[in-house]
């Protein structure tokens, strides 16, 4: 297994998150991801397994996951209905656990890649239960009376949207890294990769008119990379040229297509209403 993350062909890696991941595996702490949605955090982890040649578990979190869950649970109602029933099964308690992604990265042989995805979604005491499985590798399964320990430390790779903060004493426990929005330059070796011979000149006006929509003031939610992408699918699939982007008309603020890139009405009615006022602006000045 290649223990240095360099990228892959399909995901491009800044250097700094480069230089994250590696000294996360170095250190042997969770790898703490946190950038607005749409940076590639949680393609990061598959990227990371892919180049490691690691098997990859995913742990995705919502609101309602509790820390327990990640090590296992035991189904108790199950297990005194079949003793109502008389089934044989009840005799062994192991076949009411289910494992949870923690214990099965613990039982790896291999190291494995373990993602805890979007942390920031469950309860706010959720990282704290956490705490002593992540330090210790192990953890005790009351109902057999076993001590399950890792067999090799998983990398671990943890997401967050900032959607609440995460306690100090969890943060202390890992490696932190931001991942910025991409610049224009990273952000072109980004498409490159999805669309290998896409005219440059189509992508220099979509990477224009992408980077103003996301400069627009009162934004509620800001075009990210995977929605220029689909944008960019669709200019193609409708043969969209580079001169219907290239357009100055300031009345047509709105992109074609532009359901790909705006995810809610606010946003629409705000490029619509800007243009409106671009409108109005012209028709108000003499010879225009």
């Not at 426990?173 to 440059?200: L, N, S, W």
Request: with cysteine; proline share 6%.
């Amino acid at each position: 297994m290649s223990s240095r993350f360099e990228g892959t062909a399909d995901y491009v890696a800044t250097e700094d998150l480069k230089v994250a991941v590696n000294a996360a595996v170095a250190l042997e702490r969770p790898l703490l991801i946190k950038g607005e949605p749409g940076t590639g955090k949680t393609v990061l982890a598959y990227e990371v397994a892919k180049a490691m040649n690691a098997p990859l578990l995913t742990w995705h979190i919502k609101s309602t996951t509790k820390a327990q869950q990640g090590l296992y649970e035991y189904d108790a109602v199950t297990r005194l209905r079949d003793s109502q029933l008389g089934d044989e099964r009840v005799k062994d308690v192991k076949n009411y656990i289910k494992k949870g992604k923690l214990w099965e990265a613990f039982e790896s042989p291999v190291r494995p890649v373990l993602l805890i995805d979007e942390i920031d979604k469950a309860d706010i005491e959720f990282p704290n239960d956490l705490l002593q499985e992540l330090d210790r590798m192990e953890f005790f399964v009351y109902e057999t009376g076993e001590t399950i320990k890792a067999q090799v430390r998983p990398v671990m790779i943890i997401t967050s949207n900032n959607e609440k903060e995460l306690p100090d004493a969890f943060l202390r426990r890992c490696f932190f890294h931001y991942i910025r929005f991409p610049e224009e330059q990273t952000m072109q070796a980004i498409v490159d990769v999805h669309f290998p011979g896409i005219k440059q000149k189509l992508v220099a006006e979509a990477l224009r008119i992408f980077y103003d929509m996301r400069k627009v003031p009162g934004l509620k939610k800001k075009p990210s990379t995977s929605e220029l992408l689909d944008w960019l699918k669709l200019l193609l699939v409708e043969d969209i040229d580079e001169t219907v982007l290239r357009e100055k008309d300031p009345t047509k603020l709105i992109p074609p297509l532009h359901g790909a890139l705006l995810k809610n009405e606010q946003d629409v009615h705000l490029f619509e209403r800007l243009a409106f006022l671009a409108r109005r602006e012209g028709s108000a000045r003499p010879g225009q």
